[in-house]
């Protein structure tokens, strides 16, 4: 056994990794070029994001840290491996199912894991082990966090009312609206702090490794990395707010966005740095993995051309795949037009707000009034089938746009089986106008108020070639006016059969 597994290490040979990396670079290169829509969307999302900003160093970290290992590595020997293709077809997979529910991070994480999983096919699984670090960190480079804004808003609107008061301005909240003094201010999504956490977590996490040897001191480390930049964003927006009520909100702007955006992140890095300096137990020259340790010539070989042949063959299928089912679309009728409501008038519309979903093949909104004087806006956006640029779920579409004067207050749970959100605008005469606005979405012949089985639903429609029509209702009313939704909905019917009306599908 031990003369075998010589004699199959000497026919490998150590002078591979020239071929094994030139099939490597040329298989990435295809794969990126079948997923060139999510490498473009990725670049633009670093370049012009200041939320994810910090991705745009992710790449030069990552071939740092395999250049740190390159005399640990030199000592490997490259191996295709056989196993390392469903990894590959596993990422292909995750991509289709991002595809297929028109969420982008989904497809983002299946390029990612499609790339570790060619490292791991041309490269073999023991040189894969000592790039352990540098595959897992490359994960940072995918935009993920969005969910963390809601949450650290209404956590920094926590920290920030009580700083307020010790500091003698007068404040209350309303939802993520905060009036304090003169001014009203709204902790809207990029000053939630989600920018600097993430970016903390992808620093902290780099530091965890290169600095700490001990799984203890770096869990404690990670952990205080992420609970200071939470707290130190509260007495940002703290500060802002004080400034504001002492001089004005334009000098409070400028403050906040020049020495408290960049000076300001950088004096909490430097603290987090020094905090945890005196605990680093790892030197930086130790080595990052021990080579002798991964030595082992591993079975499941396969031919390193076959298997960068293979690898893309089986990346091609599934945005082939993608393209068939995903061109299938319902058919609408000639005209589509909102009903009569019996109880409710159709009158003319006054409300400035309107839903916005760019790419639907029609959106409708009227307002109706009944005998009592309640009156809702009633908005429908219909699609025959959703894409990319032309969605339910895409940022900032739906109720409130990307330049909206609408701002999401609070979000109210639900009100008739719809979620209902409450929104807030300054009119022209700087009286704020409040709207209470609740949302449905028909996915093929599923109702429901929530994006997240909107994305679940649309994934199984493309996937299993069902109908795929999309429809959003939104009925809103004015925000003194609690039981106008509940009232129309009422009269106007079950929304799904509503929405299968409207489009002809019953």
């Known amino acids: 056994m031990t003369h075998s597994g010589s004699m199959a290490a000497a026919r ?216 200071v930049p939470v707290i130190a964003n509260g007495i940002r927006a703290w500060g802002t707010i004080f400034a504001a009520d002492k001089t004005s909100i334009e000098v409070a702007g400028g403050i906040d966005h020049i020495i408290f955006g960049w000076v300001f992140f950088a004096i909490v890095m430097a603290a987090v740095l020094a905090i945890g300096w005196q605990f680093f137990d790892r030197s930086p ?22 298997a960068a042949v293979l690898a893309v063959a089986i990346t091609a299928v599934f945005p082939s795949w993608s393209g068939f089912a995903g061109t299938r679309a319902a058919t609408l009728p000639a005209q589509l037009a909102l009903p009569p409501v019996p109880g409710w008038t159709v009158v003319p519309q006054q409300s400035v707000w309107r839903p916005d979903y760019p790419g639907a093949d029609a959106v409708l909104q009227q307002a109706y009034r009944d005998a009592q004087g309640h009156q809702v806006d009633l908005a429908v956006a219909v699609f025959s089938h959703q894409r990319e640029g032309g969605k339910l779920g895409a940022f900032s579409t739906g109720v409130i746009h990307g330049a909206d004067r609408w ?22 005469d700087g009286q704020t106008q409040n709207r209470d606005v609740a949302t449905w979405y028909r996915i093929g012949d599923t109702l429901t108020p929530d994006m997240r089985r909107v994305k679940i639903e649309t994934m199984k429609a493309r996937l299993l070639g069902q109908r795929q029509m999309a429809v959003a209702v939104h009925v809103a009313s004015e925000g003194d006016d609690p039981h106008a939704i509940e009232a129309f909905v009422a009269a106007l019917g079950p929304i799904d059969r509503f929405a299968d009306r409207l489009t002809g599908q019953r």
């Open 285 to 306: 020259d130790d080595p990052a993995f021990d080579p002798d340790r991964l030595k082992a010539v591993p079975g499941r070989r396969i031919d390193p051309l076959l």
């Open 12 to 227: 490998i040979g150590p002078g591979r990794w020239t071929w094994h990396l030139g099939l490597l670079g040329a298989a990435t290169a295809l794969v990126l070029w079948l997923f060139w829509r999510d490498a473009t969307h990725l670049m633009d999302i670093w370049w012009t994001s200041t939320t994810y900003g910090h991705c745009l160093f992710i790449g030069p970290v990552v071939g740092w840290l395999v250049w740190q290992r390159r005399g640990e590595l030199s000592q490997l020997t490259p191996t295709a491996w056989w196993p390392g293709l469903i990894l590959v077809a596993g990422g292909g997979f995750l991509w289709l199912l991002g595809e297929s529910a028109t969420v982008a991070l989904i497809r983002q994480l299946g390029l990612i894991a499609t790339l570790e999983g060619l490292v791991v096919t041309l490269l073999g699984p023991m040189v894969a082990r000592g790039l352990l670090f540098p595959l897992a960190y490359a994960w940072f480079l995918v935009p993920f966090g969005e969910e963390l804004e809601k949450p650290l808003q209404q956590i920094t609107v926590s920290i920030v009312m009580p700083l307020l008061h010790w500091s003698g301005i007068p404040a209350t909240a309303d939802g993520v609206l905060i009036h304090a003094g003169r001014y009203w201010f709204e902790v809207a999504e990029a000053c939630s702090g989600s920018k600097f956490v993430l970016a903390m977590i992808a620093f902290a996490t780099l530091v965890a490794n290169l600095c700490f040897r001990s799984p203890v001191r770096r869990a404690v480390f990670l952990i205080v990395s992420l609970i």
């Open 407 to 428: 701002l999401r207050v609070a979000d109210l749970g639900r009100v008739a089986g719809g979620d209902t959100m409450k929104i807030m605008a300054s009119g022209p």
